[in-house]
């Protein structure tokens, strides 16, 4: 499907799982899927910079709504030239609306039809985000893909509670349609409705006519089992738009990406591998690795023996351990790199194995050696 600006072609499907390889073109260039997208939440990766981004093959990052607007504002971003020359990043950029951030502020907010009023996290001053100002705000920000305001509930909240907040979702939908301002620019809706499936098909169904090239789900990944996760991925996957990207919300680990892959995903984030390497822990193939544990003391072996990231080719198990424990910031860096990179790199392996129709056997070994 596309609009003027912004188009997606599926260029292989495989018929056991439904995982899909794609391509989402967008005026800061094509996205290849399935994707992994890091979070940049303050116009930042953590740590990193914009050049390691690209060494690591990111080809979309993220920022958010709610963070940008407390600090600095998005009117500063806005006389800066956009959040792109703000932070001197090139490729596409998507702005999570921040609705999850307010949900998860409980105490500090008050949900109305007019939007989410609240208190800053930072100062306790009140504020109102509408669905109109959550537009102005990205549009602001000049971000390439908008996220609609949302309602996202708890994974214990009862038929009642989700239903409510489905209705309030769906309404704020329409103001943000109405509020957005298109061109080069899209808007992604978002698929709410909790654990139940009859109110998640009710929110595809509402959110269809403002699907114009994407499409997100949203309240996954809050606290329910992972499989029960997979289980309602199952039941979306035949009922998504099958034409425009789907775009699964803050979920991360490497596990999850490949079985949200198979559910027909093309899109995920998750600061997961940033907030684990500031807590000193990498991804590897068979699992996490505690580095200041004292088994990797005289370990002089790199984090992956065949990872590609720029730690792996020029730094040990043993230095890294040695940075952690004496708590150098150098080895959150490093540990961010590789983390990202792992996540990268299985996604662009998940697309290998799609094109070559040997994914399934990909995900089953993968999953094999993966202790979680």
Known sequence: MK??????????????????????????????TPVFMPVGTQATVK?????????????????????????PGHDIVEKAGGLHKFMNYEKPILTDSGGFQVFSLSDLRKVSDAGVEFRSHLSGEKFMMSPELCMDIQNSLDSDINMALDQCTDA??????????????????????????????????????????????KSVEACAPYARCGIAVGGLSVGEPKPVMYDMLDFLNPILPQDMPRYLMGVGSPDCLLEGYARGIDMM????????????????????????????????RPLED?????????????????????????????????????????????????IGGYFPEFKDEFLKNYKI
Not at 47 to 71: C, K, V, W
Not at 333 to 351: D, G, K, P, Y
């Open 269 to 300: 984030d998750c600061v997961l591998p940033t907030r684990i390497a500031r807590n000193g822990t990498a991804f590897s193939k068979h699992g996490r690795m505690v580095m200041k544990n004292s088994q990797y003391k005289e370990d002089f």
């Open 47 to 71: 740590g990193l910079r914009p050049e390691d981004l690209d060494e690591m093959g990111a080809q979309i990052i993220l920022s958010n709504t709610y963070h940008l607007f407390l600090r």
């Open 3 to 32: 609009d003027d600006f912004f188009s997606f072609e599926i260029v292989k499907t495989c018929p056991k799982t439904g995982a899909r390889a794609g391509v989402f073109h967008t005026p800061r260039g094509d996205i290849k």
């Open 156 to 201: 214990n909240d009862n038929y009642a509670q989700a239903e409510s907040a489905l209705k309030l979702t769906t309404h704020w939908l329409e103001k943000c349609f109405k509020a957005h301002k298109g061109g080069r620019h899209v808007l992604f809706p978002i698929v709410q409705g909790n654990m139940y499936k009859d109110l998640r098909a």
């Open 306 to 354: 065949d990872c590609d990231c720029y730690t792996c080719k020029h730094f040990t198990r043993a230095y890294i351990r040695h940075l952690v424990n004496a708590g150098e910031m150098l080895g959150a860096e490093l540990l961010s790199i590789h983390n990202l990179r792992f996540l990268i790199r299985l996604a662009e392996q998940s697309r290998e194995a799609i």
